[in-house]
């Protein structure tokens, strides 16, 4: 066995190191939370050192000789370890909130006046370790009036079923999310955030809140849906509403409730960026049945072109998805329309 201050063969200490990468990475990012970058960096420098360690310093002959050898096992364990990420993140994601952050009813003073309202008390981080803190409430009346406002909904005939629908919801129910406006606002005063961080920060903490399945029929049992389906409701009975019109939970009965699926967080995104003058879109796919967030903003990644601006793509429904990346399964960008633009 070769000692670590000995050479040793090329070939096998880039096939360990490759190894040891991909999996730290994987692993430091999902349990310990660390941003995608930081924890690609630090799974570097660790599975350099143990490569070291156990096996010792290849040849410099070795390293060029296997310099094909480790582009291929780059590409290889970029595109497996992104699946498997992807399907790691979908498994981790909690389905059920902490005690603390379940939404209570309490009171606010407004002009006097003792005011109900639903609140919940946020704690999340962004994609880049960034940590805030925030009340997010709706009055109780303005739940009430808003409540049932979709089962009177009549859809256009203008051909964009979805876009009017989604427009319909933002004009309806974006007067009545003055409160969480508010808090949005003061984290952006006191952390003295630039638009890209602004625009992290708000997807992030609706990215955190657990998903829930909102059907227009009613819910069944766990046995009966697909397994990706089966495998949440197994775990959380209670993450799936019925019987709601369109299948979609308006802006302030999801604050409410905090139960939401894909466009029910797009469309609340779409309203609170439209308010602080962001250029955001909603695509949906027929082809993916899902809905995401697009924004234009200098940022790389995964985007779709619309009459001459290019919109970002943002996954909303799971945690530590960035600006510009999409689960491998459903990131075909020509699969992706966009149904209604904010400018």
């Known amino acids: 066995m070769n000692s670590p201050k000995q050479k040793s063969n090329g070939c096998l200490w880039i096939f360990l190191f490759g190894i040891l990468s991909l999996f730290g990475w994987i692993f430091i990012e999902i349990v310990f939370k660390i941003p995608s970058r930081a924890s690609g960096i630090l799974a570097l420098v660790l599975a350099g050192f143990l490569t070291y360690k156990w096996i010792g310093r290849p040849t410099i002959k070795g390293i060029l000789v296997n310099l094909i050898i480790l582009s291929l096992l780059v590409f290889g364990f970029k595109f497996l370890g992104g699946v498997f990420l992807d399907t790691l993140k979908m498994d981790f994601e909690e389905t059920n909130f902490k005690k603390e952050e379940g939404v209570v009813l309490s009171s606010i003073v407004e002009d006097l006046d003792t ?10 981080r962004d994609n880049y370790g960034n940590d805030y803190v925030g009340d997010f ?30 427009e319909y919801i933002d004009q309806k129910d974006g007067p009545y999310l003055d409160l969480v406006i508010n808090t949005f606002q003061q984290i952006h005063t006191d952390r003295r955030l630039n638009q890209m961080e602004f625009a992290e920060m708000v997807v992030s903490c609706i990215q955190d809140i657990p998903y829930s399945f909102i059907f227009q029929d009613e819910c069944l049992e766990a046995n009966l849906y697909e397994h990706s389906i089966r495998r949440i409701l197994e775990d959380c009975p209670e993450c799936c509403m019925g019987n709601v019109p369109f299948g979609i939970q308006n802006p302030v009965a999801f604050l409410q409730n905090l139960k939401g699926d894909c466009d029910t967080r797009t469309v609340l995104i779409y309203s609170i960026l439209k308010h602080f003058d962001y250029d955001v879109a909603i695509l949906n796919s027929s082809h993916y049945r899902h809905s995401i967030l697009g924004i234009n903003l200098p940022a790389t990644g995964l985007n779709k072109v619309y009459r001459g601006k290019k919109y970002v793509v943002w996954e909303t429904t799971a945690k530590y998805y960035e600006a510009g990346t999409l689960p491998s399964n459903f990131n075909d960008i020509s699969y992706w329309d966009v149904v209604l633009t904010s400018k």
């Open 137 to 166: 409430m709706v009055r109780e009346s303005d739940f009430n009036y808003l409540r049932n406002h979709l089962q009177t909904y009549k859809p256009k005939a203008s051909g964009n079923f979805w876009g009017d629908l989604y």
């Open 115 to 124: 005011v109900t309202v639903y609140s919940s008390h946020r704690i999340w």
